[in-house]
């Protein structure tokens, strides 16, 4: 079966997220593919909903998915996998999101091995940034958050501004977040190409796979692990995983654990049903193949 692409669409309010989302799905669509959009608004009413057509949609409305109404995400996102089996999907974050936390509501162990989550395009407001001295520390941070965590970054509406300040905002975007491409945009316009090459991690000549930027990693256990040594393995992880969640099953127990980790806090809690034995991470800075031979060791002892 192939899986499903995933797009995260990040960036403040007005920074041209939803002009980004008409212009993906009508490339989307020149190319015969089928995709499908998942929106959230923060308000009780769709504003934006308009601007999608022609393709299957789902609105989370009244909250954030990265805290107040993750769980509807999981359902609305599993609706859209059963019912239109899409072959790429665009989720549009509410300007308020916070990229780890959306990331961490997005993946699902449910259907994590049918979903390949792209990364993050995050779109931000030029002129709004040069200027972000003037708003709240918690804006302010909120800005440099989305920057740092992003895949591929547009720095938008760059029309507005004059070649010293266009290079003065390459060069700070640069600093804060170096792993990612960045290009100068006019109405979230972006090469289609550089939309589709996200994802494809080259490896260095040395062969060591470490990821430079935020991302998900999922692994599947075959067999029943021991609790001991999987509590060893959590102990020495790198600081760099913010995130795990899935389902592990213990030598001693009949039916799997729902596991949750987050702020170096395990959590477990038991099933009453065999679930996929689907372990999603969430981390930057990682080597994904040395953490992915760890868990294997544990299957074999």
């Known amino acids: 079966m192939n899986k499903t692409e995933i797009y995260l669409l990040s960036g403040f309010l007005g920074s041209g997220k939803t002009t980004l989302l008409k212009q993906l799905l009508q490339q989307e669509k020149q190319d015969g593919r089928k995709a499908a959009v998942l929106m959230n608004e923060l308000g009780s009413v769709s504003i934006d909903s308009d601007a999608v057509t022609d393709v299957p949609l789902k609105e989370l409305l009244d909250g954030c998915i990265c ?41 699902s162990p449910l259907f994590a091995d049918r979903i390949d989550f792209k990364g993050i395009i995050t779109t931000v407001d030029s002129r709004r940034w040069l200027d972000r001295k003037k708003l709240s520390p918690q804006i302010q941070q909120l800005l440099l958050e989305q920057v740092k965590h992003a895949n591929l970054l547009l720095l938008n509406k760059t029309d507005e501004l004059d070649e010293d300040n266009q290079a003065r905002i390459s060069s700070e975007i640069s600093n804060i977040n170096p792993h990612a491409f960045s290009v100068l945009t006019t109405f979230s316009k972006v090469p289609m190409k550089e939309i589709r090459k996200m994802g494809f991690i080259q490896k260095p000549r040395d062969h060591v796979h470490i990821d430079l930027s935020l991302r998900s990693f999922i692994y599947h256990f075959k067999s029943h692990i021991k609790q001991e040594g999987f ?3 959590l102990k ?13 099953k213990f ?19 038991k ?13 930057e800075n990682v080597d994904w193949t040395v953490l992915a031979a760890q868990l294997k060791e544990l299957e074999e002892n």
């Open 67 to 107: 805290c107040t109404i993750s769980d509807k995400l999981e359902a609305q996102l599993q609706g859209l996998l059963m019912e239109n089996n899409p072959e790429v999907i665009y989720i549009e974050a509410t300007g308020a999101a916070h990229p780890v936390e959306v990331l961490d509501a997005v993946v």
């Open 231 to 233: 509590e060893s393995f």
């Open 236 to 248: 020495n992880m790198p600081d760099s995983i913010y995130r795990i969640k899935g389902y592990v």
């Open 251 to 269: 030598s001693e127990s009949h039916y799997p654990y729902l596991f949750q980790y987050s702020y170096g806090m395990p959590l477990y809690m």
């Open 271 to 283: 099933e009453y049903m065999n679930m996929p034995l689907n372990l999603v991470f969430i981390g």
